[in-house]
């Protein structure tokens, strides 16, 4: 599936129609370059899971994980930019969220071999001359 938003309001109003569709237990990989919109669209899927739009969403750049109690379930963000080895993340209580949690991980590709088989992969990438814009991919692996 491919959208192409032409402003963050509408990276966020898709985010928010898309997390609909989500159940605990599911892994979303947010992937796409330093700015692209991973922790934008990340933010509107908390947001809108939880029912509140002034929920503070920080992005965990150093603690690497921060949890929300949603209606539907708990959810786990994380920002794995500063993983220094896959194996960190079992500090971090991964094997206690994985298949209980709604799992939101930006730079999974820091996981290495530990990253789960089965997952919804989320491309964002910018577009050229259109500052703007994203094209955005989700794809169901596994
Ligand atoms: N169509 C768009 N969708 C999403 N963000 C956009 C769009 N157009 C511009 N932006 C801007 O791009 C930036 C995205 O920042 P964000 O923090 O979400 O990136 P990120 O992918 O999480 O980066 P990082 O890897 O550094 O965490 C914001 O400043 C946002 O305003
Ligand atoms: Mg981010």
Redesign the pocket.
């Known amino acids: 599936m491919e959208h192409i ?4 309001q ?2 966020v109003d898709t985010a928010a129609t898309w997390a609909k569709t989500l159940k605990p237990g599911d892994i979303i990989f ?1 992937r ?12 509107s899927l908390v947001r809108a899971l939880v029912d509140d739009q002034a929920l503070e969403v920080p ?1 965990p ?1 150093f603690t690497l994980v921060q949890t929300y109690d949603a209606p539907s379930g708990p959810i786990w963000h994380f ?1 794995l ?1 500063r993983l220094k080895k896959p194996e960190e993340i079992y500090e971090l209580g991964w094997e206690d969220a994985i298949g209980e949690a709604l799992m939101i991980i ?2 999974p590709e820091r996981l290495g071999m530990l990253a789960p088989q089965h997952h919804i992969d989320i491309h ?1 990438q910018s577009i050229e001359n259109e ?4 094209m955005i991919h989700i794809n169901h692996i596994g």
């Open positions: 938003t032409k402003s963050e509408q990276t947010l796409g370059n330093l700015g692209a919109g991973k922790s934008v669209f990340a933010r992005s750049t920002d930019y930006e730079w964002i500052p703007d814009s994203r």
